[in-house]
Nanobody, 130 residues
Framework: QVQLAESGGGSVQAGGSLRLSCAAS????????????ITWFRQAPGKEREGVAA???????FTIASVKGRFSVSRDNDRYTAYLDMNNLQPEDTAMYFC????????????????????WGQGTQVTVSS
């Protein structure tokens, strides 16, 4: 059973940057990490969980409109780690950020349905002050 661990959250001022990491362990034995989908979600207090960015098994990517041009998703297959690079952070980006894993999503054209994800991380807090 794959486990995910997020890191890299913190407190920044508006306009700042953070890089979140999502490390998968143990190393995969029954799938190729390079073909999995990793999606980043966030949830702010009192709000619904929201998919933010995804990278598919074919390395296609998708980001939601509110972060497009500011956030980007990538992965390092040798390190079994995915990243969410966040630039020009704004107070409305404040949330707990989670990564989720699916071995069943190849091409990304949107945030995949939650039911397709097989593992979730515990989350890392991002706080942006004005």
């Amino acid at each position: 059973q794959v486990q995910l661990a997020e890191s890299g959250g913190g407190s920044v001022q508006a306009g700042g940057s953070l890089r979140l990491s999502c490390a998968a362990s143990p190393p995969p034995s029954n799938y190729r990490y390079s073909t999995v989908c990793i999606t980043w979600f966030r949830q702010a207090p009192g709000k619904e969980r929201e998919g933010v960015a995804a990278i598919g098994g074919d390395d296609s990517t998708f980001t939601i409109a509110s972060v497009k041009g500011r956030f980007s998703v990538s992965r390092d297959n040798d390190r079994y780690t995915a990243y969410l690079d966040m630039n020009n952070l704004q107070p409305e980006d404040t949330a707990m950020y989670f990564c989720a894993f699916s071995s069943r999503v190849m091409n990304i054209k949107n945030i995949p349905p939650v039911a397709l994800f097989e593992a979730w991380g515990q989350g890392t807090q991002v706080t942006v002050s004005s």
